[in-house]
């Protein structure tokens, strides 16, 4: 078995259990294992700190399988124990009603202590993405015990994110096990129907992770004029018109995102006349309705990640600011904003702070009504802060 040791001190953050081994903590690795190998970790005394999958190339050269003096034993095992853990601990949750819900994010990465493994359920379909060295290297091993421990033999892989360039991995996609998925997989959310299209679709096809935020700002929907920006297929419309909106004015720069919401409009049995699908790019046309005077009662802002890293933070803070000022312009008194980040490198302080700017600068009276994270079966590991990536607030103005 290769060893990784460390720099002395460097240990503290495994004594703490945090699964990342930076290269720079790194003193040297024996036994010349290969991408996505098991190391032993060991501490600069050469105590045993635990176990680590190895990414020869990434900044992240290690993430810890498991911390601690004991042996990991057979590796299969091992995978599908946790996975085991991870799977059914959340369908016992959530998927107690599958008339209610029958999709969710079944392994959540690190925080499920399963570093770079995301599966996500889709009614009888499952999604993968392996996305670190290690977990590509038991790919076969997680298919299998995917199967077994779920009973569902429909597994499709998804591994087309970005970060896996970081880990010196190729975008790969295609069936793990059994049929080629559908064109669209029809799932249930809190009792509203969306279609979702795992091969080419976002992500693994679909937000899983404002299951529980939709409902949240459905609750404030009711006779509301709507502005759903960053619409992707439509989710939040679908729940504000179910809420009894008056209208849905929905924008996205994705055509294909915006047919497909048109599409879950139908499937509810929603009225297509109080919905308004734009493609177009929010930031341009938030300015061009300022400039129309246009107001609403009721804003969503959930746009795509604009810090990946800390080293975006800047920039993504810019944007930030502008969509939430331009919004807050928008909006008639008492009106509502429900504004979103799912930048990893935005902790939630700094969002706050970028959003009481933005309406100090709008020069409107705002208030935090509700603070919205992603949805428990997203769940943040204690030890991993980091697994922290979705913030929203909703705020009132009066
Ligand atoms: N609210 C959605 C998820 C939004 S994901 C839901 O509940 O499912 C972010 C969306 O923003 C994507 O659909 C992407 O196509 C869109 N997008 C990214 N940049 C954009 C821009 N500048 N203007 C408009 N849409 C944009």
Not at 15 to 40: C, I, Y
Not at 61 to 89: C, P, Q, V, Y
Not at 213 to 229: F, P
Not at 374 to 398: M, T, V, W
Request: proline residues 4%; negative net charge.
């Amino acid at each position: 078995m290769a060893k990784l040791i460390l720099k002395p001190g460097r240990e503290k953050s495994l004594m703490r259990r945090h699964p990342w081994v930076f290269s720079g903590a790194v003193k040297q690795v024996n036994g010349n294992p290969g991408s996505g190998d098991t190391l032993e970790v060991l501490s600069a005394k050469g105590e045993r700190l635990g176990w680590a999958a190895f990414s020869p190339q990434s900044s992240i050269r290690a993430r810890m399988w498991a911390f601690g003096e004991e042996e990991l034993g057979d590796m299969t095992f091992f995978l599908s124990n946790k996975m085991r853990i991870a799977i059914i601990s959340k369908e016992k949750d959530l998927l107690n009603n599958q008339s209610l819900n029958n999709s969710m994010r079944l392994i959540h990465a690190e925080s499920d202590g399963l570093p770079g493994l995301i599966v996500d359920r889709y009614d009888q379909w499952l999604v993968a993405q392996f996305l670190t060295a290690g977990a590509e290297k038991w790919k076969h091993e997680i298919t299998q015990a995917l199967a077994e421990i779920t009973g569902l033999t429909n597994i499709y892989e998804r591994s087309d994110a970005d970060v896996r360039e970081l880990e010196g991995l190729s975008p790969t996609t295609g069936v793990l096990m059994g049929a080629q998925p559908p064109e669209t997989v029809e799932i249930s959310e809190n009792g509203l129907r969306f279609l979702v299209d795992i091969q080419k679709g976002h992500k693994t096809g679909f937000y899983l992770d404002q299951r529980d935020n939709r409902l949240a700002v459905q609750a404030y929907a009711k006779d509301r004029r709507v502005l759903n920006c960053f619409s992707y297929t439509g989710g939040f419309a679908v729940y504000c018109l179910a809420g009894g909106a008056a209208q849905v004015v929905s924008i996205d720069s994705s055509a294909d995102a915006l047919e497909m919401g048109k599409r879950n409009l139908e499937l509810n049995h929603l009225p297509a006349e109080k919905a308004e699908w734009m493609c177009a790019d929010v930031f341009q046309e938030l300015r061009t309705m300022r400039d129309r005077r246009e107001r609403f009662d009721l804003i969503v802002l959930d746009p795509p990640k604009f810090a990946p890293t800390v080293g975006q933070v800047q920039a993504a803070a810019r944007g930030y600011k502008d969509i939430n000022l331009l919004a807050f312009k928008l909006l008639n008194p008492g009106g509502i904003l429900a504004t979103f980040s799912c930048s990893g490198g935005v902790e939630r302080a700094l969002f706050q702070k970028i959003v009481a700017d933005a309406a100090l600068d709008a020069g409107v009276d705002a208030q935090i009504i509700q603070h919205l994270s992603q949805a428990p079966d997203h769940p943040i590991a204690l030890n991993f802060p980091e697994g922290e990536y979705l913030k929203g607030l909703i705020c009132r103005i009066s």
